[in-house]
């Protein structure tokens, strides 16, 4: 695990800072005034991300770190099949108001929840699809949008009775919802409307704010289009509220093999 001052130093000179003794001085600075905690994975592999170094006893860790300030009312980046993102605690409403804040979004805009398994939906979703088909698209960067179910915490959210909700095709960000045993609100890592991130470094300006950013290494796709959102809330209907990266693959499913068929009304 890496100190905030040797990471703030290598990404200093990965961007090409030509002089070391300068490096070593900005991270020192980067380290005075920073208490945000910067924990490296490796790169995603064939069977899912897994954690720097050679004993598994730092990704018990990394994990452990970054369940603790979720639980403390933090928020924190992490890493996802699309793109990073800004994460708290769904039913902790003061550190949804936190994600809000750092973000500087507009409070009539919703924030998707995370889970960690399909059954976890149903406990704060009103599922109106068979669970087949919950399956065929997630885990995976589609986001699917459901009536909230009452258990869910009424300060997330409130202008809509709709919630969102993801289980991204990553090992660490689904043994991050399982280890809170809640669900996390999810939002992408940047200033909001500026351009989604999809290395750490993209985000720097908001590492003050956070209590932990997970560094996961680039994300593989650059499309930087975030997950495909899709309203099913309506019964044998689809809607797309955004392509995302996974349209295509998305629709197939939906309407080919369990015969949705898209709702073209006013959304």
């Not at 490796?42 to 990704?59: I, L, R």
């Not at 003050?208 to 289009?225: E, N």
Request: hydrophobic share 40%; glycine share 8%; aromatic share 4%.
């Amino acid at each position: 695990m890496k100190s905030v001052c040797n990471v703030a130093v290598e990404l200093l000179q990965s961007r090409g800072a030509h002089s070391s003794a300068a490096a070593r001085r900005l991270g020192a600075e980067m380290c005075k005034e920073l208490k945000t905690k910067v924990l490296r994975l490796m790169p995603a592999t064939s069977n899912g991300p897994c954690v720097h170094q050679e004993s598994h006893t730092d990704g018990a860790e990394i994990l452990s770190c970054t369940v603790k300030a979720l639980k403390e009312g933090a928020v924190v980046a992490v890493p996802t099949d699309t793109i990073y993102g800004l994460a708290c605690l769904a039913q902790n409403s003061e550190a949804i108001k936190k994600t809000y804040d750092i973000k500087g979004r507009n409070g009539q805009k919703p924030l998707a929840i995370c889970v960690g398994e399909i059954q976890d939906i149903y406990k704060y979703c009103k599922v109106p699809v068979k669970e087949a088909l919950l399956s065929d698209l997630l885990p995976g960067p589609v986001t699917l949008v459901f009536e909230r179910s009452e258990v869910l915490n009424t300060d997330l959210n409130p202008f809509t009775s709709l919630v969102g909700v993801r289980i991204p095709d990553h090992a660490f960000m689904r043994r991050l919802c399982q280890m809170c045993g809640e669900p996390l609100a999810l939002t992408s890592a940047n200033i909001s409307s500026h351009t989604s991130t999809v290395a750490v470094h993209e985000f720097q300006e908001l590492w003050p704010k956070l209590a932990v950013v997970v560094d996961g290494g680039p994300i593989g796709d650059q499309s930087r289009l975030g997950s495909t959102v899709v309203n099913l809330s309506v019964l044998g209907k689809y809607r797309i509220i955004r392509p995302g990266c996974a349209l295509s693959s998305t629709v197939d499913v939906l309407e080919h093999k369990y015969g949705l068929s898209e709702d073209l009304g006013q959304q």
